[in-house]
Structure formats: C-alpha cells, structure tokens
C-alpha cells in the first residue's frame, strides 16, 4: 500500500489538487487510469455532506486528469458491503471531518483488517490522515469534548504510520481552547 496522508487535497482557495510538494505527480505516478475509488466517509449518517465532499473530490482529480472507473461512497447505508468495496478498490480515500466519530465508523466496519491485505493507493485527508496512525491524538473540537471527563484525546486507530498527525497546524498552532465552567 502508499500512502499519502494530507491536511487537504485541495489548494488553498481552490477546487483544485494541490500540486504543492508534488502531490499530483507523485499521485500520478501510482494511481491507475480508469481507477476504481472509495471514499470513506467520516460521519457515517450525514449522507448529504457526505455525497458534497466525495463530490468536490472526485471533480478535483478529474480536473487534474485523473479517471475512475468507479467511484463509491462508504457510509452507513451500505457498510454491510465493506469488505467487498475495500477489496473491490485500489484507491482509497480517507474523508477529514471530525476525529472521534470516523474512528468509531473505521473500527465498526473493521477498517484496520480490511486493509491488511489492501495494496492499492490509500490518500488520507485531515481527520482520514489522522485515523491512519496506530494511536490518533484527537484534540477537542466540539462543544462540551474538552471539559467531559469521558472524552478520549488518544484513540487507537488504523496502525498505518506510528506518527500522530495534527493536519492544519498552522492554522491552529496559535488557537487556544478555554474552558469556562
């Protein structure tokens, strides 16, 4: 398997690839024409926003020239049939969203031993770049996460890379998170 894991495919301010650090060319390089795709959702239940992202991606490499024969979508209506899209794919598409709730959807699809025998081309976007590593570190994102006692910052994951992730980070290496009450 390679592996690309990214904050965003797309170039700032654009719906375009982003050729920065030779994203397009080295994708180029090991994405077959006519592949076929999965996207892999990161909030199983929210189809719509599902279906706009997985769209916007999929214009995306089309417009860089890249074709697929197929282009699925992952998400709740059909994780019966996980094995069968994983195994089906030989490019993989990780979506960004929030951390905890597509690390519970990868580990009820079984993600991590679906992709033991994957020898495709597997791109991890923000949150899908982050649930690559063998433990994401899942920082507090929405209301009520940083002061729940129960929340769980480090969550076993993928096992991809040994590396924690934190995409955007110089967007956020100034944000603070207070805590009131």
Not at 3 to 22: E, K, Q, R, W, Y
Not at 40 to 67: I, L, M, Q, R
Not at 135 to 162: M, N, R, W
């Amino acid at each position: 398997m390679k592996c690309f894991l990214v904050s965003n495919i797309m170039a700032d301010n654009s719906d375009d690839l982003n050729p920065a650090n030779g994203l397009v060319d080295n994708l180029r390089m090991c994405i077959p024409d006519e592949s076929r795709a999965l996207f892999v959702c990161s909030s199983p239940d929210e189809h719509e926003k599902t279906a706009y992202f997985a769209k916007a991606v999929k214009s995306s490499f089309e417009a860089s020239g890249f074709t697929f024969d197929k282009f699925n979508v992952l998400d709740r209506r059909n994780q019966a049939k996980a094995t069968n899209l994983v195994n089906a794919s030989d490019l993989i598409i990780l979506a960004g969203g929030h951390v905890p709730t597509q690390n519970r959807f990868f580990s009820e699809i079984h993600l991590k031993e679906l992709l033991s025998l994957f020898e495709g081309v597997l791109i991890g976007i923000s949150a899908g770049s982050m649930n690559a590593a063998s433990v994401v570190y899942a920082h507090p994102e929405l209301e009520g996460e940083a002061k729940d006692p129960s929340y769980q910052k480090f969550i076993p994951c993928l096992g991809l890379t040994d590396k924690m992730i934190i995409p955007h980070y110089q967007m956020i290496k100034t944000t603070y998170l207070t805590v009131l009450g």
